[in-house]
């Protein structure tokens, strides 16, 4: 189904189904309405905005692009080894989870995360080339993830954050933010450019990890603890600092 010349609405209050090499396609705006959408291995693109209204989207092996503004709104969304790109801003609102595991979900414009209540993020790469922000309840980036974006990353995880075995979160040019109940960066890495500020509640395990800033300041604002065993917590232009008096070091080799 196409439209080559205006706009495409398509609303449904059931399953929409456009997998199996489907194709939607709009040279202007896109909106999309339906109980679910079944796009694995399918293709949505749209030449303007797109609005997705969907409470289950499947893009497992799929491709979704827009060449401005892309919002998703629902339940679940499932991108495994499926990619999702935006020239304009994108925006996700879920009410479940979001599962991007080999996945690819890129952006020209911000990306912001508004809610979910896990993000999936194993192999799969979240990034924008502005500014990047994802809220969730637990947010996994573990397992050869990569969150990155060419200005301020903040990640918020109401319990968990993970990014441990070669997960990688950094900002190209300015400083990340990581708040969170308790962050898991075994052996993997997290990079400012202009700070780090690591706000976490509970235990904060850097075993054989990495947490940098090239330059301004790293700061633990709080932590219950600390374990930077084989770790490294620098500072290479500026100062680490650390605001939580009542926080348990552990830093044998590290």
Do not use: W, Y
């Amino acid at each position: 189904m196409s439209s080559r010349d205006g706009a495409l609405d398509v609303q449904l209050t059931g399953a929409l189904l456009n997998g199996a090499d489907g194709a939607l396609v709009s040279q202007g705006r896109m909106d999309i309405g339906a109980a679910s959408l079944d796009n694995a291995g399918g293709v949505l693109s749209s030449g303007g905005q797109l609005q997705l209204a969907v409470d289950s989207l499947g893009n497992q092996g799929g491709s979704i692009d827009a060449q401005q503004a892309m919002t998703v709104t629902g339940t679940h969304l499932d991108n495994s080894n499926g990619r999702i790109a935006g020239n304009g801003s994108l925006v996700f609102d879920l009410r479940g989870n979001l599962i991007n595991t080999n996945g690819e979900i890129v952006s020209a414009g911000s990306l912001l995360l508004k809610q979910a209540q896990q993000l999936l993020n194993h192999g799969g790469k979240i990034v924008s080339r502005a500014g990047l922000e994802l809220n969730a309840g637990t947010l996994d980036n573990s397992q050869g993830g990569a969150v990155a974006a060419r200005n301020q990353v903040k990640l918020v995880a109401g319990s968990t954050l993970r990014n441990d075995a070669a997960g990688q979160i950094f900002s190209e040019s300015a400083d990340v933010f990581l708040q969170a109940a308790a962050l898991i960066n075994q052996q993997g890495q997290v990079q400012g450019r202009s700070g780090l500020l690591l706000d976490i509640a509970g235990a904060l395990n850097n075993r054989g990890g990495t947490l940098l800033t090239q330059g301004g300041n790293l700061v633990v604002q709080r932590a219950a603890s600390l374990d930077n065993q084989a770790g490294v917590l620098a500072s290479v232009g500026g100062r680490s600092i650390s605001r939580s008096p009542a926080c348990s070091i552990t830093a044998r080799a590290g």
